[in-house]
């Protein structure tokens, strides 16, 4: 049914969890089936040729849904 990356995914997780004190946070909400997405981001900033640039320096998530939301959400981390 899932491809394998698909079940690699679900089963292992990339970037799960909160971030404490965080830059940006939001949650978004699918209302045909109800998965809930919570999405943490941390900003850094660095110099790239003598000019300051913010980044993204942590992202983390939680899922609350099916298999394919949860692995999408780790591959897209």
């Known amino acids: 049914m899932y491809s394998k990356k698909v079940m690699k995914h679900f089963l292992h997780p990339k970037n799960i969890g ?8 939001s949650e978004i909400v699918n209302p045909v089936c109800g998965d809930k997405l919570w999405l943490f981001i941390k900003i850094g900033k660095k110099k790239v040729r003598g000019k300051e640039v913010e980044y993204i320096k942590e992202i983390k998530y939680k ?13 897209l981390s």
Not at 18 to 25: F, Q, R
Not at 63 to 75: E, F, K, Q, R, Y
């Open 63 to 75: 899922t609350l849904g099916c298999a394919a939301a949860i692995a999408t959400s780790s591959m």
């Open 18 to 25: 909160e971030i404490k004190n965080p830059d940006g946070k």
